[in-house]
């Protein structure tokens, strides 16, 4: 063979190679995985309105991560962009590698202008649909992907093997710089400007002004079973998603199985995965399908009052789409608070002798965390802020609102040095109790602070969290770090210690990494501390975190080596 003709067939076979389905490739690929994500500006044009974002390869929406369950990912991130960076690999218990979790100034200082960093860390016991996305002020607006965890090699998943997997990921899209828009809204004491509109894989969809082609499409055939791997990144919404003339089975959320069941509708929050099971219709219709999202509103608050939309085409080559009708789904009512509360009493782990609900029996430690919207004194001089009354909006755990260390958190615990940093005092129950869901008194005690709750390696958690009515009760979807928990119980009012523990799920609760603090009511969850490190725990609608609803737990060494934290890694960004 001529050295041309070599040439030829080495060039066909890397064709080949990258030609493969993401599902095929990932099977042969090796147990460690590299990616390099370059954060660079990228001008892209929405709604007829062009402007400059923080891209990962220039890619909106990011490039997808595909690993099996296993595997070893080693992420380089170099920051080309004025902006400090840091990335979050959310859903993703990062055992004893706390230093690649994430979070600016909680597990690590950010990535600063022309530096770099390795985030290096290994899947365990995990398997399904999870995200990554910016963790630091409002860049996960659009720095946001996919993270696709296939199951070991010849392990099936527990339903029918789908023909085709499509991630579907839910954002907001801001013609302002949303750095701007916090960053005025922090500066003022009052609430930031909304989205202009929301997005399905980066795009707005027909429903908007200028927008209609900037639409996902989901082509399908007859017959064929379609895994939609749902992701909710938008900043600052709870969403409802349907599929017009079509049903939809659930069958995970949060990277963890679930007893399936078919709905017509779902509701994701941010931070939020659900894997869901669209079986096409055995024939082609004479129509085409929308697939819908809107959000779901409870309390006060200004949100982005529109609608999302995609299209479900059915391949023919012998009719034409557009003479085709065009079906819409229909979606609840914006407050449909009934629906949301449903949906998620649905949810149970699939509890198998496979994958078993291992629900903590025994509890070692029980905390009550009161959650919510408040306000704080104006800061401004000689001027009012443009929060209630002329007061500042402000949002706290059990009555501190947190206040960003300039040191990260693990840093200082590591070296011994938390002096000054954080203290370890975060109080396990409200400072002041009132009725949560009554009317509040004129003076509630939100205070500010960097604290955390410590824990001793291996203790079990209950954890109760409270939604208050200070501003208005509303919805709140917690993400915890490092962890997933179960979800034991949940109900509206005021959380009663000695009637509803009796009617706690203890069997098979569904497990999950972020979940919602009823709107009026509350939370009850159970996990158990066996990973060292410091855990952000966090409101996941971004401008209830930047007004403060977040903490961190603090998990101790356990006596043995594999349950101590690891190292620093040697290019550990510095602040």
């Not at 990554?132 to 199951?151: D, K, N, Q």
């Not at 952000?536 to 401008?543: A, K, R």
């Not at 609803?549 to 101790?556: D, G, N, Q, Y």
């Amino acid at each position: 063979m001529t050295a041309s003709m070599m040439k030829a067939v080495f060039s066909w076979i890397i064709m080949a190679f990258l030609l493969l389905p993401w599902s095929e490739l990932a099977a042969d690929a090796a147990l460690t995985r590299h990616y390099k994500f370059d954060i660079k500006l990228q001008n892209v044009t929405r709604l007829c309105h062009t402007k400059s974002i923080v891209t990962v390869n220039g890619k909106f929406p990011g490039p997808r991560i595909v690993a099996r369950e296993g595997d070893r990912l080693l992420i380089k991130v170099v920051n080309h962009v004025p902006n400090n960076i840091s990335l979050h690999w959310h859903g993703i218990r990062q055992l004893r590698t706390g230093w690649a979790d994430g979070p600016a100034y909680i597990t690590q200082c950010p990535i600063q202008t022309g530096q770099s960093y390795v985030y290096n860390y290994t899947i365990v016991g995990q398997r399904g649909t999870l995200f990554w996305h910016a963790h630091i002020s409002w860049l996960r607006s659009t720095v946001y992907g996919p993270i696709i965890i296939l199951p070991k090699l010849n392990v099936s998943y527990p339903f029918q093997r789908p023909h085709k997997e499509v991630p579907i990921i839910f954002g907001e899209w801001f013609n302002g710089d949303t750095e701007a828009i916090i960053n005025q809204a922090l500066q003022t004491g009052g609430g930031p400007n909304v989205s202009d509109s929301y997005t399905i894989n980066g795009l707005p969809g027909p429903l908007y002004n200028c927008s209609a082609k900037d639409t996902f499409k989901l082509k399908v055939k007859p017959g064929k079973t379609y895994l939609l791997r749902l992701i909710n990144a938008a900043l600052n919404d709870d969403l409802f998603f349907s599929i017009a003339n079509h049903t939809l089975t659930i069958v995970e959320v949060d990277a963890v199985y679930i007893k399936p069941f078919e709905t017509q509708t779902l509701l994701i929050t941010p931070g939020q995965t659900t894997n869901v099971l669209l079986k096409t219709k055995p024939y082609f219709p004479d129509a085409t399908f929308l697939m819908m999202a809107r959000p779901y509103v409870t309390g006060f608050g200004t949100f982005d009052n529109s609608t999302v939309a995609g299209v479900v085409e059915y391949e023919s080559s012998t009719v034409s789409m557009k003479k085709l009708p065009l079906f819409k789904p229909n979606l609840p009512d914006l407050n449909d608070t009934a629906f949301a509360t449903n949906f998620t009493q649905k949810l149970r782990s699939l509890a198998s002798a496979q994958y078993p609900a291992n629900v903590p029996q025994k509890v070692d430690k029980q905390f009550f965390f009161s959650v919510g919207l408040g306000t704080a004194p104006c800061d401004q001089k000689n001027q009012t802020c443009q929060g209630p009354n002329g007061t500042k909006f402000s949002a706290s755990i059990n009555n501190v609102s947190f206040v960003q260390p300039t040191t990260a958190l693990l840093q200082a615990h590591f070296s011994g040095q938390s002096n000054g940093v954080y203290s370890p005092d975060f109080p396990i129950s409200p400072l002041h109790w009132f009725n949560y869901t009554g009317t509040p008194p004129n003076n509630t005690m939100v205070g500010n602070g960097t604290k955390v709750v410590v824990l001793p390696f291996n203790t079990s958690v209950e954890l109760v969290m409270q939604d208050t009515s200070i501003l208005g009760a509303e919805s709140h979807p917690f993400h915890l770090h490092g962890f997933n928990f179960f979800i034991v119980g949940q109900g509206f009012g005021n959380f009663d210690p000695k009637k509803d523990p009796q009617n706690f799920n203890l069997v098979d609760p569904v497990e999950r990494n972020t979940a919602a603090v009823p709107y009026g009511g509350w939370v009850a969850i159970r996990f158990l501390a066996d990973n060292p490190g410091v855990w952000f725990m966090h409101c996941h609608l971004e401008v209830h975190t930047s007004w403060g609803l977040k903490m961190a737990w603090l998990v101790l060494d356990g006596s043995l080596p594999n349950q101590k934290l690891l190292p620093p890694p040697a290019d550990l960004p510095k602040c």
